[in-house]
T-cell receptor
Framework: NAGVTQTPKFQVLKTGQSMTLQCAQDMNHEYMSWYRQDPGMGLRLIHYSVGAGITDQGEVPNGYNVSRSTTEDFPLRLLSAAPSQTSVYFC???????????FGDGTRLSIL | QKEVEQDPGPLSVPEGAIVSLNCTYSNSAFQYFMWYRQYSRKGPELLMY????GNKEDGRFTAQVDKSSKYISLFIRDSQPSDSATYLC??????????FGTGTSLTVIP
């Protein structure tokens, strides 16, 4: 059972480049979310989805887009990378938002 | 005021000590409370999940919720070096979002 799989594990981008962080889960969870984790700031919610075709913004959505075309996949797109987006990104999933979330092992992203 | 506030630590204790980790929250409507453990360069993993007030015990770990004070705690008995990690409290709100504490870094010294 793979759980939540995030790719890539590491990425270095130049300012202005775009990229997509991939997230897939095999637990048939309806709720999926993306967080960024920065030193001293904990986990901050970027975007979330309560089911296929439904997404909404979290606390820090600017500069990021998401879509949810299937239950399994929830990619996060950086439109035009900025140094302020240097962070560790975590994807998580759960049956509903009140249930414990299962996390991937993160993507470490550096923007130069 | 942040929705969830957590003692920042860091904490450093000798092996075998009892550890107390704490969070406060702002909204009395919150019903579910969780504690996650995060090892370095890994994703958070669920440690304890409680509903409403009271205590829940699982091995060396006890989660306590005091809704009257809006205060949650995680106790670790007989702490081990393998317990060295960052601990995060987490609370789902009433609107499809999760609030996480900033995390407390714990080091258990052999």
């Amino acid at each position: 059972n793979a759980g939540v799989t995030q790719t890539p594990k590491f990425q270095v981008l130049k300012t202005g480049q775009s990229m997509t962080l991939q997230c897939a889960q095999d637990m048939n969870h309806e709720y999926m979310s993306w967080y960024r984790q920065d030193p001293g700031m904990g986990l901050r919610l970027i975007h979330y989805s309560v089911g296929a075709g439904i997404t909404d913004q979290g606390e820090v959505p600017n500069g990021y887009n998401v879509s949810r075309s299937t239950t399994e996949d929830f990619p996060l797109r950086l439109l035009s990378a900025a140094p302020s987006q240097t962070s560790v990104y975590f994807c998580a999933s759960s049956y509903t938002h009140n249930q414990p979330q299962h996390f991937g092992d993160g993507t470490r992203l550096s923007i130069l | 005021q942040k929705e969830v506030e957590q003692d920042p630590g860091p904490l450093s204790v000798p092996e075998g000590a009892i550890v107390s980790l704490n969070c406060t929250y702002s909204n009395s409507a919150f019903q579910y409370f969780m504690w996650y453990r995060q090892y370095s360069r890994k994703g958070p993993e669920l440690l304890m999940y409680t509903y409403s007030s009271g205590n829940k015990e699982d091995g060396r770990f006890t989660a306590q919720v005091d809704k009257s004070s809006k205060y949650i705690s995680l106790f670790i008995r007989d702490s081990q070096p393998s317990d060295s990690a960052t601990y995060l409290c987490a609370i789902p709100n009433t609107g499809n979002q999760f609030y996480f504490g900033t995390g407390t870094s714990l080091t258990v010294i052999p």
